[in-house]
């Protein structure tokens, strides 16, 4: 049987108050998933191993049942990988994010909303300032940019940006074994605040830090997304990235385009990992109305269109981790699984 794996990234959540106490996604009117909830089977499932941090590529390379290190696994590298920017072995990955401060306070961990060229203008100040000698800057269409140091053994610890926000500036600054290391990327976060004084996003942080790994286990199917960092992590175990026009990894993705190319891609394989990641980033923003109002999108163009669709399949749908938009974090907590057969086909 054919199985459509859909990871709608941080849906689930903390009972939220204004929400009488529901979660966003029972709060929110969502009745393509109630009927999936009722007439398929639900549960809970730990998706993070025990002492691992709670973020994405843990989350999904626990639910494809891959093995790996705690600690041994970066969005920065999957984000390289996903993006088609060779790193090897000796290289250092980090995450770039373009944020916004103000007054001395770190006011958004994902800049506002920049637009694609904005994001590529201020990748080539990034590079003309503080770029060369093994120190490259890479864009993608929006805040997630990388950074990536070559010919790099020292390591660098930093926390994730998306939990500094409304902390002073001071706390985004790096530390690493090597000190000319630190000095180098606390310089360059710092600088860079003067150089992108002009754009929305007012300046960088560097996090994630990450190096390539090998997975012994092999996925067989494909993956869709709108975000490198599963584009990533379907490539490192082996499955193929299917490209979709209008899949941004926000809320203005085409979520007909992303069922549409699901659909095809269910033809040739077995199994489709379906991402999509906006209801993530509105926990981010601690917005949480904001994500009703996006879950309540995707079950009225992706859930329910999915439901219409004339073919026999297995149907998961869950969260990768729990993303609270009261505190804007991640948490460890056990996700909701919804499983449904979806039996359309007369054939
Ligand atoms: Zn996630």
């Given at each position: 049987m054919?199985?459509?794996?859909?990871?709608?990234?941080?849906?689930?959540?903390?009972?939220?108050?204004?929400?009488?106490?529901?979660?966003?996604?029972?709060?929110?009117?969502m009745p393509a998933l109630r009927y999936m909830r009722e007439k398929g089977t639900v549960s809970r499932r730990k998706t993070i191993p025990s002492g691992c941090i709670p973020g994405t590529e843990v989350a999904v390379l626990s639910i494809l049942g891959h093995d790996f290190q705690s600690g041994s696994v970066s969005r920065s590298w999957f984000e390289a990988l996903g993006a088609g920017i060779m790193v090897n072995e000796e290289d250092l990955c980090l995450r770039c994010n373009l944020i916004s401060h103000e007054n001395g306070?770190?006011?958004?961990?994902?800049?506002?909303?920049?637009?694609?060229?904005?994001?590529?203008?201020?990748?080539?100040?990034?590079?003309a300032n503080f770029g060369g000698e093994g120190i490259e800057f890479h864009g993608t269409r929006d805040f997630?940019?990388?950074?990536?140091?070559?010919?790099?053994?020292?390591?660098?610890?930093?926390?994730?940006?998306?939990?500094?926000?409304?902390?002073e500036l001071g706390r985004l600054l790096v530390s690493s074994e090597d000190p000319l290391l630190s000095e180098t990327l606390n310089e360059i976060i710092k600088n860079s605040r003067s150089v992108l004084a002009d754009y929305p996003s007012n300046?960088?942080?560097?996090?994630?830090?990450?190096?390539?790994?090998?997975?012994?286990?092999?996925?067989?199917?494909?993956?869709?997304?709108?975000?490198?960092?599963?584009?990533?992590i379907g490539r490192a175990v082996g499955m193929t990235v299917v490209d979709v026009d209008g899949a941004t990894g926000d809320d203005r993705t085409d979520y007909s385009a992303k069922l549409y190319a699901a659909m095809k891609a269910l033809e040739k394989f077995d199994f489709v990992l379906l991402h999509i990641e906006a209801p993530d980033e509105a926990s981010h923003q601690k917005d949480s109305a904001k994500k009703v109002r996006i879950l309540e999108e995707i079950d009225r163009r992706l859930l329910s269109p999915l439901l219409n669709q004339k073919i026999n399949m297995d149907v998961t749908v869950q969260?990768?981790?729990?993303?609270?938009?009261?505190?804007?974090?991640?948490?460890?907590?056990?996700?909701?699984?919804?499983?449904?057969?979806?039996?359309?086909?007369?054939?």
């Amino acid at each position: 049987m054919k199985h459509l794996l859909l990871i709608i990234d941080g849906m689930d959540d903390e009972p939220i108050p204004a929400f009488g106490n529901l979660t966003p996604s029972y709060f929110a009117d969502m009745p393509a998933l109630r009927y999936m909830r009722e007439k398929g089977t639900v549960s809970r499932r730990k998706t993070i191993p025990s002492g691992c941090i709670p973020g994405t590529e843990v989350a999904v390379l626990s639910i494809l049942g891959h093995d790996f290190q705690s600690g041994s696994v970066s969005r920065s590298w999957f984000e390289a990988l996903g993006a088609g920017i060779m790193v090897n072995e000796e290289d250092l990955c980090l995450r770039c994010n373009l944020i916004s401060h103000e007054n001395g306070i770190i006011t958004s961990h994902s800049g506002v909303d920049i637009s694609a060229r904005q994001c590529s203008e201020i990748i080539d100040v990034l590079n003309a300032n503080f770029g060369g000698e093994g120190i490259e800057f890479h864009g993608t269409r929006d805040f997630r940019c990388l950074l990536i140091l070559r010919d790099c053994s020292a390591n660098v610890a930093a926390y994730p940006t998306h939990t500094l926000v409304g902390r002073e500036l001071g706390r985004l600054l790096v530390s690493s074994e090597d000190p000319l290391l630190s000095e180098t990327l606390n310089e360059i976060i710092k600088n860079s605040r003067s150089v992108l004084a002009d754009y929305p996003s007012n300046g960088i942080s560097l996090w994630a830090p990450g190096r390539p790994v090998q997975f012994s286990g092999r996925t067989a199917g494909a993956v869709i997304a709108g975000v490198n960092i599963m584009k990533g992590i379907g490539r490192a175990v082996g499955m193929t990235v299917v490209d979709v026009d209008g899949a941004t990894g926000d809320d203005r993705t085409d979520y007909s385009a992303k069922l549409y190319a699901a659909m095809k891609a269910l033809e040739k394989f077995d199994f489709v990992l379906l991402h999509i990641e906006a209801p993530d980033e509105a926990s981010h923003q601690k917005d949480s109305a904001k994500k009703v109002r996006i879950l309540e999108e995707i079950d009225r163009r992706l859930l329910s269109p999915l439901l219409n669709q004339k073919i026999n399949m297995d149907v998961t749908v869950q969260s990768d981790h729990v993303t609270s938009s009261l505190s804007g974090q991640h948490l460890d907590w056990p996700v909701e699984v919804i499983q449904y057969k979806l039996r359309n086909s007369e054939k």
